[in-house]
């Protein structure tokens, strides 16, 4: 069973799923690619107005839509939090966007524009909190240093999560292959939107293509199953390489 932990998949919501039909044909995606979980990770950003105390019952919601469909899949609680945002949340509202509800990892977006200091100074910040960071799609915030600014990320402890998509080929698999092959990427997931347009919900692909890699191909059992199961369960995570 494979793990999907950046997916706008709840309906209605942000900028992702249109309507509750859009989100069951996301689960039907995610079910032929092996995806058994999905942590629905709405944009909590300034531009969504996303209202934290409704997110366990609209995942209830979907997964009870999800079952009456026939699928196996289930999705657990999260939040796509940007980091320009973070420090407006309280420990409590920062605690209902982690992953799975484990109390423990946040998906982190960058603020518009290449990785900065801001950057550290937020996973810094959170970190004091006793929240960590899962570092949401580098790729689209690369800058000349990128692979410098992710060494520090994950020295301060942060993982970091790339588009499964953008993998197997695409102007910036390259840098992404790269990044790979350093030990900078632990989580692979679709920052899917939509089963109607754009990325479909799936990793598989994205997984093969790390699996390619000489240096990744002995740990894509941690990469597509422990390192999530540990990120949603809210315990710690020393990625193996
Ligand atoms: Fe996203």
Wanted: hydrophobic share 45%.
């Amino acid at each position: 069973m494979r793990y999907d932990l950046h997916c706008h998949i709840l309906p209605g919501i942000d900028d992702g799923a249109g309507d509750l039909e859009d989100s069951v044909a996301m689960a039907w995606q995610a079910d032929a690619d092996g995806v058994g979980v999905i942590a629905a990770t709405p944009h909590i950003r300034s531009d969504h107005d996303v209202v934290l105390d409704e997110l366990p019952a609209r995942v209830a919601e979907l997964n009870a839509a999800i079952l009456s469909a026939g699928l196996a899949i289930k999705i657990v609680t999260g939040g796509e939090v940007a980091a320009p945002d973070c420090d407006r949340l309280s420990d409590d509202e920062l605690h209902a966007v982690t992953l799975g509800g484990g109390g423990r990892w946040i998906l982190l977006e960058p603020g518009p524009g290449p990785m900065d200091d801001a950057l550290e100074a937020t996973v810094d910040a959170l970190h004091a909190r006793d929240v960590r960071c899962v570092i949401a799609h580098p790729e689209r915030h690369a800058g000349a240093d990128a692979a410098d600014r992710l060494a520090a990320l994950v020295a301060r402890g942060a993982l970091v999560q790339v588009t499964a998509g953008y993998l197997p080929g695409g102007d910036a698999a390259p840098t992404m292959l790269d990044w790979a092959a350093r030990g900078l990427v632990h989580v692979v997931s679709s920052d899917a939107h939509s089963a109607r347009f754009g990325r479909t919900a799936t990793v598989s692909e994205g997984l093969a293509a790390l699996a390619g890699l000489p240096e990744l191909a002995p740990h894509m059992d941690w990469i597509a199953h422990e390192g999530p199961r540990a990120i949603l369960a809210g315990e710690d995570v020393t990625p193996p390489f």
